[in-house]
């Protein structure tokens, strides 16, 4: 949510015409704002499941609940979960990518139609001592069954529908009614500096204008939207609460 001096203001750019550059370009001129975003739960909010990424124990670690067994393994440097799937039966599922990371991260399994449905176990990413490093339930309490909404593989846990837009960088959805079937992208994983400021490529184009001396248009810097906080103002994580507090 933008605070109460910040406001947003449409500049010579436009998003219908701006093209994304991503974190790398940035990092050029901001160093210090890309290293203070860096490891937070907004660049963490989506990945692409690997041995760095996967907090959760895949060490033939299991939990059962209601009947059903849930094993997670791992085998050529990919991740797997046996669970019941979308007819009730169990099979053995990829995780793709993870979805969050404090204090709880899901994993993302593939299903046809382009759809990626969040698993309903997560694991608890806390410390021990906390309570966590767990696999749980986010439903312990109800009996859910494929067929149901709330079950991993319904609706309810579609990931494309219901989460992606504020775990992605540009995330255009691209359902396709007649064929009832995503066609997700997304310019960049995570939430990076353009989920915010908007398409990138005409404020670097200002920029390397500016370093070669030629003219450029002062007004908006070429951002397509400009936070325009007060001097020396900046929002940093909070460690106690994970969430980022204005500094004046």
Avoid at 186 to 203: D, K, L, Q, S, T
Avoid at 205 to 215: I, T
């Amino acid at each position: 949510m933008l605070g109460p001096e910040t406001r947003a203001a449409d500049t010579t750019a436009s998003r219908a015409t701006a093209t994304y550059v991503g974190r790398s370009a940035c990092a050029h001129c901001h160093p210090q704002q890309i290293a203070q975003w860096g490891g937070s739960a907004h660049d963490l909010a989506l990945q692409e499941a690997s041995k760095e990424t996967v907090r959760g124990d895949f060490a033939n670690a299991s939990i059962v609940r209601g009947g059903v067994t849930t094993r997670f393994t791992q085998r050529d440097g990919k991740f797997y979960v046996r669970t019941d799937g979308p007819d009730g039966k169990l099979a053995d599922f990829e995780i793709l990518y993870t979805f969050g990371v404090a204090p709880l991260q899901q994993y993302l399994i593939a299903l046809p139609g382009g759809r990626l449905q969040a698993l309903s176990v997560a694991w608890d990413t806390r410390p021990k001592a906390a309570g966590g490093q767990r696999w749980f339930h986010l439903y312990p309490k109800q009996d859910i069954r494929a067929g149901d909404p709330l079950h991993w593989t319904g609706i309810g846990q579609n990931w494309n529908f219901m989460c992606a837009e504020c775990h992605a960088t540009n995330l255009r959805k691209a359902f396709a009614a007649d064929r009832k079937e995503y066609r997700t992208t997304w310019a960049e994983m995570g939430v990076g500096c353009e989920a915010c400021h908007g398409p990138g490529a005409a404020h670097v184009a200002w920029a390397q204008a500016k370093r070669d001396g030629k003219a450029v248009n002062a007004t908006g810097n070429g951002l397509v939207t400009a936070l325009d906080e007060r001097r020396n103002v900046t929002w940093n994580a909070v460690a106690a609460t994970g969430n980022a507090q204005r500094s004046a």
